[in-house]
């Protein structure tokens, strides 16, 4: 049993896990790290200055929440767009894949199904390039800023549908279920993690600090 459970640890697999690892210590960190900045600076005690840490915590979340809200809502549309398209994109990798695996031995799974036009099968792929096109095309043309965070939504959930089937594009077979379509998952995880670096990292937490931290510098 030992030796079979090993072999199933492919060099695909290892490298599905190193990545996912990745994306959520970039995630988690992010929030991590701010939590305790605004824990040290916040309202809430610290956890050696209180004998009830687990109601300093969430004072201290509460108060995270608020920076995160201030920053986004003082950010410019440009940061908000990037937020917005990280956020749309990591829900629809999830749900694209969760919604795969539910149909995967069945016709229909609530409201979804799978589609085909006469002997083809429609990937969801399809309708995610159409999503993604579009809504860049109108990002393009369009003059409203204000607009520019909303295409990113669409954009980034038409990506998430398209990514999630990107080794059946890359290998023109439809390799989803297999070895080989591990590398979708790999690309969606590489990712989250680069755009959760740059959606969560730096700048509209700062900003977001400064606005509602009454001692933030």
């Known amino acids: 049993m030992a030796l079979r ?3 199933r640890w492919t060099p695909e697999r290892r490298r599905t896990a190193a990545l996912g690892t990745a994306a959520a210590a970039t995630t988690l ?6 939590l305790g900045r ?13 004998d009830n840490v687990l109601e300093a915590a969430a004072t201290a979340a509460v108060e995270t929440t608020e920076v995160a809200v201030a920053g986004y809502q ?9 937020f917005n398209l990280f956020v749309s ?4 990798s999830l749900a694209s894949r969760g ?9 229909r799974f609530g409201p979804f199904h799978n589609v085909r036009w006469g002997r083809r099968h429609i990937h969801h792929f399809v309708p995610g390039i159409a999503l993604a096109f579009l809504s860049g095309a109108v990002a393009i043309v369009t003059r409203d800023e204000d607009l520019e965070p909303k295409l990113a939504l669409l954009f980034g959930t038409g990506m998430g549908m398209t990514v999630d089937e990107s080794a059946l594009l890359l290998d023109l077979d439809d390799v989803y279920w297999t070895e080989r379509g591990l590398l979708s998952v790999q690309i ?3 990712l989250v ?6 959606a969560l990292g730096l700048r509209f937490l700062q900003r977001g600090e400064q606005l509602t931290l009454p001692h933030a510098p």
């Open 29 to 34: 960190g992010v929030a991590g790290v701010e």
């Open 99 to 107: 919604i795969a695996y539910a149909l995967r031995d069945r016709r």
């Open 5 to 7: 459970r090993r072999s």
């Open 38 to 50: 605004v824990w040290r600076r916040g309202s809430a005690p610290l956890p050696a200055d209180t």
């Open 74 to 82: 003082a950010a410019p549309a440009e940061e908000n767009a990037l």
């Open 89 to 92: 994109f990591v829900i629809s």
């Open 193 to 198: 993690a680069l755009m959760g670096a740059l």
């Open 188 to 190: 969606t995880l590489g």
